[in-house]
């Protein structure tokens, strides 16, 4: 079966064809710029060697997806001969509350789900919504799958998940820590397990996932027990330009002294600190990285902060978990930077967790990069939330077909 994968986003689509026979990816593509000027769609066939890129006017995400259905269906650089050779499509989704703890078809119910869920991820699930539903327009025969950031958390016991707020705001709105990046954090997981070629439910794991977005998870047996994310995606480490954890009598504070409205405030919050907002130069690791080549300080400073952040995670899963056997780096940073992990890692040693330098130089590639010995494995494990999404979406969808049950 070949399973397309759409994760969607306010102005932008990001689609995979996978071939689950063997898990093979045949093409990628992104469009951008959707309901703005200067649409684009660049897509890749993998094995092909090169990229075919259009610009074309795309009104909205229901444009979008016609225009990636057309290149998918392309004679040259598609990846079916017919719509039917989609077997079935699943689709990213940010938020699903405490409803669903694993992936789901989608039917009218998941759809009433997805739209009570609006207000807990406002920025995220009205596209991952608009995503579904011109899906559902355009091909109305395919089963479709959601699968969720928050699901993989769900597994949280109260005391991890719950504020010490007033008990009646979780039991109205719902206020409590979900956390996010779900997919990742279980595909890494999984990955470490086979890669150590120990069971996973035998094993204590700490997932980090340094993105733009960043987060980090206390896996036990399998199973999250922790993560740094809270009720949205601000809270826990520094990230690119998100503050993560501080003392929320800031946000008053900036309010009145700034002047501004508190929406604002948090817009700080959200596009203008972490990173960035320290080195005032740029929220890319990249970037920062080599403007300590240069000498500045606050560059400097901003990857320090950004470490300690994650050293305190990692320290506070180790109690939570009595324990660790393996930290897993992953995402952009995690899979890129060997400097920031040599940082976070630097004096641990006592702890059992010690990195090798030399085999800590390595990008992008699965990769064990302890020292031998070391008592706690530290793995570089590429994340890869597509196939993570493309199985859960095969395995349901078969299960569906052959129990011929139909889907819309
Ligand atoms: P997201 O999916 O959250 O947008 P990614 O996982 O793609 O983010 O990570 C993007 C970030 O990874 C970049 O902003 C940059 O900071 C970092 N990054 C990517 N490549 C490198 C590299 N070669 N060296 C250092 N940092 C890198």
Not at 203 to 224: D, E, M, P, Q, Y
């Amino acid at each position: 079966m070949k399973v397309l994968v759409i994760n969607c986003g306010s102005s932008s689509l990001k689609y995979q064809v996978l071939n689950m026979e063997n898990d093979s990816l045949l093409v990628k593509g992104l469009i951008e710029r959707i309901g703005a000027n200067g649409s684009v769609i660049t897509h890749e066939k993998i094995g092909l060697g090169d990229k075919y890129v259009l610009e074309k006017p795309l009104a909205n995400h229901r444009e979008a997806i016609q225009l990636m259905i057309e290149t998918l269906l392309d004679p040259w650089h598609g990846a079916i001969s017919a719509m039917e050779d989609l077997g079935a499509v699943g689709h990213r989704v940010v938020h699903a509350g405490e409803k669903y703890a694993a992936s789901v078809l989608i039917n009218d119910d998941v759809m009433t789900v997805l739209e009570e869920c609006v207000e807990l991820a406002p920025l995220h699930n009205p596209p991952n919504i608009l995503g579904i539903k011109a899906c559902k327009e355009l091909m109305p025969n395919t089963p479709m799958i959601a699968v969720f950031d928050t699901a993989f958390h769900q597994t949280m016991p109260a005391e991890a998940y719950t504020y010490a707020l007033p008990y009646e705001y979780y039991e109205k709105y719902k206020i409590r820590r979900y956390g996010f990046h779900g997919t990742s954090h279980k595909y890494v997981a999984e990955r470490a397990a086979d890669i150590l070629g120990v069971n996973l439910l035998d094993l204590k794991i700490i997932t980090c996932h340094l993105g733009n977005g960043a987060s980090v998870t206390a896996i036990k047996r399998g199973k999250c027990i922790d993560t740094s994310m809270g009720f949205t995606p601000l809270e826990g480490l520094v990230m690119g330009t998100r503050s993560g954890d501080l003392d929320p009598s800031i946000v008053s504070y900036i309010r009145d002294k700034e002047g501004i409205h508190l929406h604002d405030v948090i817009d700080v919050l959200n596009k203008k600190s972490g990173v960035l907002g320290i080195s005032g130069i740029s929220s890319d690791f990249r970037d920062i990285e080599a403007a300590v080549e240069e000498g500045n300080e606050r560059a400097a400073l901003a990857i320090k902060v950004f470490a300690h952040k994650v050293r305190f995670y990692i320290g506070a899963y180790i109690a939570e978990m009595n324990g660790v056997d393996a930290i897993v780096f992953t995402a952009g940073l995690g899979e890129n930077s060997s400097k920031l992990r040599s940082v976070i890692c630097a004096e641990l040693g006592n702890l059992g967790i010690k990195l090798d330098l030399v085999k800590n130089n390595v990008r992008g590639k699965e990769s064990i990069i302890s020292r031998d010995g070391s008592k706690v494995a530290i793995l570089l494990i590429p994340t890869n939330e597509e196939l993570m999404i493309a199985r859960d979406t095969y395995r349901i969808a078969k299960k569906y077909i052959e129990n011929g049950i139909k889907i819309s």
